[in-house]
């Protein structure tokens, strides 16, 4: 059974880190791609991250380049996302997904070509 399990959430102030999380269970890493989602109330989910199964290619959205770094722990089957430099409009509930359509068939963070989805992880960032 298919199971995604986000971790390391939390109540964080302006300009420091958080690692967030995702066992990915019953799937190899090898043969599927990990992103990572972002959403606040009344917004649509966006896109934040992603890792290729194959390659290890790591993709962001703009907003974080630089200050978010996507990993990948075959041993553990585990994806991390290193969030540093937090700032208040990063508070989200944050996803992590699964597909194996993107990125070669599709852009990496088209929502619909994930399969497998988290139950997420809340990240608050205020002063």
């Known amino acids: 059974q298919v199971q995604l399990v986000e971790s390391g959430g939390g109540l964080v102030q302006p300009g420091d880190s958080l690692t967030l999380s995702c066992v990915a269970n019953?799937?190899?890493?090898?043969?599927?791609?990990i992103g990572w989602f972002r959403q606040v109330p009344g917004k649509e989910r966006e896109g934040v991250s992603c890792?290729?199964?194959?390659?290890?290619?790591?993709y962001y959205k703009d907003s974080v380049k630089g200050r978010f770094t996507i990993s990948r722990d075959d041993a553990k089957n585990t994806v991390y996302l290193q969030m540093n430099n937090l700032n208040a409009e990063d508070t989200a509930v944050y996803f992590c997904?699964?597909?194996?359509?993107?990125?070669?068939?599709?852009?990496?963070?088209?929502?619909?070509?994930?399969?497998?989805w988290g139950q997420g992880t809340q990240v608050t960032v205020s002063s």
């Open positions: 997904a699964a597909s194996v359509y993107v990125p070669s068939g599709s852009p990496w963070n088209a929502r619909p070509e994930y399969d497998y």
């Open positions: 019953g799937l190899n890493l090898d043969w599927w791609a």
């Open positions: 890792i290729n199964k194959s390659d290890r290619r790591t």
